[in-house]
């Protein structure tokens, strides 16, 4: 595949495949030319004429349909389901054998595709993961005191910063500083939520002031604040969780069977939400770009999280594909597992007889390559009722034992859950996890 030049930081392509909605004043602009227009080419005649203008007229507006659901899906919802229908040239999705185009830049601004071997150093160079024994003490004091590790020994201790950090710069330089202060060299930046999204500026064409574009900082700005606080950043992206990136480009969506053109809906929340379909082209598209985007920004660390299909529900089955459903969906995930070096699981879904669904895409760990787990350790996900031990040190030790052995030897870094836990117990969790040998860790 031919590379193609990166020109300064915009990563761009040649084929916009993300269509923005045009503005209302561009539209009345195209009608008074319109009418200039049709005086000009009357000579060509009404058969050749209307169809034009036709055409003409009809750039930039949604191309709309409404799809009346079964009778059983009205039933059960309670209202009928309306949705756009994609363009003739469906939003989002690249001809069979370009996906891996315009994903990624080598250092000279060159175009590389995620498959390449420069691409696979850039999305595994981080150094997360690494739980070699050392010795230390296995003490009880204070939460500050046991947090702290040597920043110089190639290890992150993490904590997760709220999402109003990212409001300007100030605002990130506080919470960097208070991070430091309590012995954390690293700190994850949820970049990209649950909703789909984007707490950052983002410089990708088909993003950059759109809908789901709501952060007011750059990726430079971000990482100009790191560098003057000497702090490692984690960029943390939700996948495929993405209400807001469905409703923009619908060919990441779910489908309904009996209307392609129609976006299923989680009933299950509320309110009913889209998930990425992972065997999308598009989704895959969308988020190797976005991981192009981190990486050459600087960040080596990226974490997933909702590498997930959603949680279907009994009467799901009358409306989505069979395969959706089937033993060997999780295949289907590793479309999206470079889209980042740590892929949270939770912890109650690892260990299970069988792996739950945050826990899938370890049936095949031949298809994880580096990527380690970011295993969340929660007292509300491992109750006492289920045979766990209530004190947090055994808690920890067993719930890590049992993972290890499930995570069939993947790097795991564990992520504790703070909200289940006091000050007392997030110390001893943290002491323990080092007596284990587990040198990084983020504390959430």
């Not at 909703?195 to 789901?212: A, H, P």
């Amino acid at each position: 595949m031919e590379k193609r030049r990166y020109y300064g930081r915009k990563i761009k392509r040649t084929r916009n495949l993300y269509r923005r909605k045009r503005g209302a004043g561009r539209k009345v602009m195209s009608t008074v030319l319109l009418v200039l227009a049709a005086s000009a080419i009357a000579f060509l005649g009404f058969c050749i004429g209307k169809p034009l203008l036709d055409y003409i007229g009809n750039i930039g507006k949604d191309d709309t349909s409404v799809w009346t659901p079964q009778s059983s899906y009205t039933e059960l919802h309670g209202e009928d389901t309306t949705a756009e229908t994609p363009a003739s040239d469906p939003v989002g999705l690249p001809a069979e054998g370009q996906i891996d185009a315009a994903v990624s830049t080598d250092d000279s601004g060159t175009v590389i595709s995620p498959g390449s071997e420069t691409a696979e150093n850039a999305e595994t160079s981080g150094t997360l993961g690494t739980n070699q024994p050392h010795s230390t003490t296995n003490g009880e004091g204070r939460i500050e005191t046991s947090l702290i590790i040597p920043a110089d020994d190639g290890t992150l201790a993490a904590m997760e910063a709220p999402a109003s950090a990212l409001a300007n710069r100030s605002s990130l330089a506080a919470v960097l500083a208070k991070a430091k202060a309590a012995g954390c060299n690293s700190v994850v930046l949820q970049l990209k939520d649950r909703s789909g999204l984007f707490r950052y500026k983002s410089s990708i064409d088909s993003i950059d002031d759109s809908d789901v574009d709501a952060g007011s900082m750059t990726l430079d700005d971000i990482m100009s604040v790191f560098r003057e606080n000497g702090l490692t950043p984690i960029a943390e992206i939700a996948v495929l969780s993405d209400d807001k990136g469905c409703e923009q480009f619908p060919d990441m969506s779910f489908k309904c069977i009996d209307a392609p053109a129609i976006s299923w809906l989680d009933y299950s929340l509320s309110p009913p939400r889209r998930w990425a379909n992972p065997e999308s082209n598009a989704t895959r598209e969308y988020f190797a770009m976005v991981t192009a985007e981190l990486t050459v920004a600087g960040f080596e660390n990226i974490l997933i999280t909702d590498v997930t299909f959603p949680n279907f529900q009994n009467y799901d089955t009358q409306f989505i594909a069979g395969k959706y459903f089937a033993a060997d969906r999780y295949k289907l995930l590793y479309n999206v597992i470079k889209s980042g070096n740590m892929i949270e699981m939770k912890a109650s879904d690892v260990i299970g007889e069988k792996y739950g669904r945050t826990a899938e895409c370890l049936n095949d760990v031949s298809q994880l390559h580096d990527n380690s787990v970011a295993l969340i350790i929660s007292r509300s996900d491992l109750p006492t009722s289920a045979g766990y031990p209530a004190d947090a040190k055994t808690l920890t030790e067993t719930v890590t034992a049992l993972a290890e052995k499930n995570c069939k030897g993947l790097k795991m870094i564990p992520v504790i859950d703070s909200s289940g836990f006091d000050d007392a117990e997030r110390s001893k969790i943290v002491s323990t996890l080092r007596a284990l040998g587990y040198e990084s860790y983020i504390m959430r």
